[in-house]
């Protein structure tokens, strides 16, 4: 087993409860099966067609800063991003680092049913929704850096449209990172358009100091 993915193996070992404990049931049901799947396929390498040029490895290999414990990143998205495109109307919200900012809610009315918010909100308002579509596409891939993801991810972002609903406004999803130190982000992003379902999801990312960040999504 190559080093870098010993050191993720190790670290999700040594901290799963700590991970699980501030994520719900449903992320962490799925985390032993992503840890199985990382120990026997590792992070992809240069030798796969599908990463022939690009050192995966590479990327992973520092000593990233993670926030398994959930500590609050002082930083209102509100205040300091600023979509530049021109007349630009969406439902906007955003995620910081790997977690759904809920400090400050968009003041908009979403047609019935539909849900725009937080993964971990998702799972305990709707488990049900959750657990049938939650990990079904990604885990699909024998992928080791989408295993990571499901070992490590303790949020993200849900777009739900029920059957028949349409969503005419788009919704624009801005994920802003900020750390002081290098640092690795692990989130997840579920939409789930059921039958005759129609919404536009726009998505924006924005770095907000020098540092290296490695986002996982």
């Given amino acids: 087993m190559e080093e870098t993915t010993k050191q993720y193996i190790d670290l999700f070992e040594q901290n799963k409860g700590l991970i699980d404990k501030y994520a719900p049931l449903i992320l962490n049901g799925r985390r032993d099966a ?3 799947m990382l120990k026997g396929t590792g992070l992809p390498s240069s030798k796969e067609e599908a990463f022939a040029h690009t050192d ?3 990327f992973f290999a520092p000593d990233y800063g993670l926030n398994l414990r959930r500590l609050e990143i002082p930083v209102n998205p509100y ?3 600023r979509c530049d495109v021109p007349n630009l109307s969406t439902f906007l919200y955003f995620m910081v ?3 759904f900012y809920t400090k400050e809610q968009p003041s908009v009315k979403l047609p019935e049913g539909v849900y725009a918010g937080s993964l971990k909100q998702f799972a305990e308002l709707m488990p049900q929704i959750a657990e049938k579509y939650y990990d079904r596409q990604a885990s699909q891939k024998a992928d080791g850096a989408v295993a990571l993801n499901t070992m490590f991810t303790q949020d993200g972002f849900v777009l739900y449209v029920p059957k028949n609903v349409k969503v005419d406004k788009p919704i624009q999803l801005v994920n802003v990172l900020g750390s002081e130190i290098d640092f690795l982000v692990n989130r997840r992003i579920l939409v789930i358009l059921e039958q ?8 924006c990312d924005h770095a907000m100091n020098p540092v290296n960040f490695l986002a996982n999504q």
């Fill in 196 to 203: 005759h379902a129609e919404a536009k999801l726009l998505l």
């Fill in 56 to 58: 995966v490895q590479a």
């Fill in 79 to 81: 205040e300091v991003f």
């Fill in 97 to 99: 680092n790997d977690a």
């Fill in 34 to 36: 992503a840890l199985t």
